[in-house]
């Protein structure tokens, strides 16, 4: 059984990323702080295992506004998390954990290639069993605006 969309980033450990006023920090090029002021589109691209591609596997994403901690910059970033292959939602940690795979969003690699200091960050979820894909990726992208 497939989850609702809005589950995978509204509800349980990674709606700490979504809720207004939250605080992002990110690694590249520099470190910046990013505070939360609204969420704008969830997206949902849940595969079977037998469908799963390095380009194409088991994703949500979110686009959220932000702004900078100093508020003098507002930016659009883009978070990217691993979920489980459909029908194995509920299967436990370490089943999920397997599903784990590095992943690059081919907007990240394009905008590596447009911009000289692209704002990004790419973790991995942590190993507890709270999360989606323990181990899974976890990629923010943000665009200054």
């Known amino acids: 059984?497939?989850?609702?969309?809005?589950?995978w980033f509204h509800q349980g450990p990674m709606?700490?990323?979504?809720?207004t006023g939250s605080v992002i920090n990110l690694t590249q090029p520099q470190p910046?702080?990013?505070?939360?002021l609204d969420s704008l589109k969830e997206n949902v691209s849940q595969v079977a295992k037998h469908k799963v591609t390095?380009?194409?596997p088991s994703f949500a994403s979110l686009k959220l506004r932000y702004t900078n901690s100093e508020k003098t910059a507002n930016a659009i970033m883009r978070i990217y998390l691993q979920i489980p292959y459909t029908n194995t939602e509920l299967e436990p940690p370490?089943?999920?954990?397997?599903?784990?795979s590095p992943f690059k969003p081919k907007e990240?690699?394009?905008?590596?290639m447009l911009s000289e200091d692209p704002a990004y960050k790419e973790t991995t979820q942590p190993e507890?069993?709270?999360?989606?894909?323990?181990?899974?990726?976890?990629?923010?992208?943000?665009?200054q605006l």
Do not use: C, E, H, K
Not at 15 to 19: A, E, H, I, K, Q
Not at 94 to 100: C, L, N, V
Not at 108 to 112: D, F, S
Not at 136 to 141: D, Y
């Open 1 to 7: 059984m497939a989850l609702s969309q809005s589950s």
């Open 15 to 19: 709606r700490r990323l979504s809720d």
């Open 32 to 36: 910046t702080s990013w505070v939360v």
């Open 54 to 56: 390095p380009d194409a």
């Open 94 to 100: 370490t089943t999920r954990a397997s599903q784990a």
């Open 108 to 112: 990240l690699t394009i905008y590596q």
């Open 128 to 143: 507890d069993n709270l999360q989606a894909i323990p181990g899974g990726f976890l990629i923010f992208v943000v665009w």
